[in-house]
């Protein structure tokens, strides 16, 4: 049987006509035009918008050969390669032998086992967060777990207790979702000049690119006194060289880069799983019993981290329905095919694991919030079937980090709060550039004993 190009994929003109139409009208509903195209075209649909070419693919086994069997056919997605944040690539931004280079020297940072010096501050910081709420307040958990997971990371990458608030934090991720937006329009170098809130933006960068400076002097003069992110960084060699793996700008777009990475998405997931906790009571209920089993009133120590596993599964199911990076974005460099149909060199292609993770083949009932299915046996299924965190060289270098501090955020609020969502209605979304609240998650903050 003939192998169908994609050329001759299932779009017919006036098909591709209406969709056009629909993703330009729906720019700020991706999600909708991502469920509409699977649902109508199937596993792997190309589309345009604005003179750009995408082709989406939804199936776990084709994402497989985009991220592992093909990876050298593709690189980081255009909308990185078009930041004018940045001073130059990042690990995230870079790609080939410069991205590799990198991961090689960061990695080493985020492994596990270099983590567990950190459980303290991830309990302290939970802890003190929920010390700031009192009962019966309504507060927004979205905005309050990105304050606590923005902290975290602070204590983290900076042992020197840097003044970056939450105000620069915020500032910095509307000047990323700006820089992402305009990077898909033509004249945007032009549109960035001139355009007001851009550059606005831009200077209210500057304090906070000023006091990762001042900490990136002083880890280099202190060699050997810190042991966080930024002094790792400064003190990073080159394996063949050992000359300085990286200069000051470099240290500090990594660090920037790091900073946005860690904090909005595990805050985010954290706002989404007490949101699920919310509407799941029996749920709630057993994690609350293992909590008070393995924890009782104490802050939780490294040594309870592998004990909570029913918490841990809870944060697993939250990021199966609630993955915050639910599509990633790739660039074919050269002409390819993938699942047998052609894809050109300069196609943007994007992997979305939104619909795999809601596949009754992979997941029995898909659309209920079962922590508990990652406590059984589990259904066989292919491996990038379930990918919050990407997969393969590329895949999330914060896993371990995530995972750890999300673990403890839950445990110790839930050790005395629950948070009661407010309203009966699902929450809106925001899902051009991931699975976000649109408005926050307002809760109330409810004692559970006395
Ligand atoms: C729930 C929280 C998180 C989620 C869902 C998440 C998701 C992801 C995903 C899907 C990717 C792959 C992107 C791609 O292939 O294009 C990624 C990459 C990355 N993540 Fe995370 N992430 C999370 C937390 C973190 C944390 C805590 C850190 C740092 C402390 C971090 C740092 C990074 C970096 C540096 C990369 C780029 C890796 C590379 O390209 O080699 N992430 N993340």
Redesign the pocket.
Known sequence: METPTIERAPLSPSAKGRYVRNAIMRIRDTLGLFTALHRDYGDIVRYNILFLEFCIIFDPDLIREV?YEKRSSFE??FIYKRNTVLHGP???T?DGED?LR??RI??PF?HRKALDKYAAIMAERAIAKREEWHRGQIIDADREMRHL?LSI?LE?FFEDKTRIDNEMAKNLIDLLILDFQLALLPGRQFIKRVLPRYRRLMRLKEPMDDIIRASIRAARANAGERTDLVAFLVHATDESTAAPAFDEFEVLDEVI??LM???E??G??LAWAFYFLSRNPSVRERMEQEIDAVLGRQTPTLADYDRLVYTRAV?DET?RLA???YY???RAIEDCTIGGYFIPAGANVQ?CCYASHRNERYFPHPHQFRPERWLEPQPERPRYAY?????????????A???M??VYALASIAQRYRLEVVSDQPPALKTMAGYFFKNGLPVEVCERQG
Not at 387 to 399: D, L
């Open positions: 991220l980081k997605g990042t690990l995230v870079g991205h990198r991961r960061i990695q985020f997971t990371s983290v880069e790091m990475a860690s904090h998405t595990t985010c997931t944060l990021l993955s915050p990076s990633i974005g790739r992997l990918m919050p965190f990407g997969a393969g060289s590329r895949g999330c270098v914060g896993e980090f995530a995972l501090s999300g």
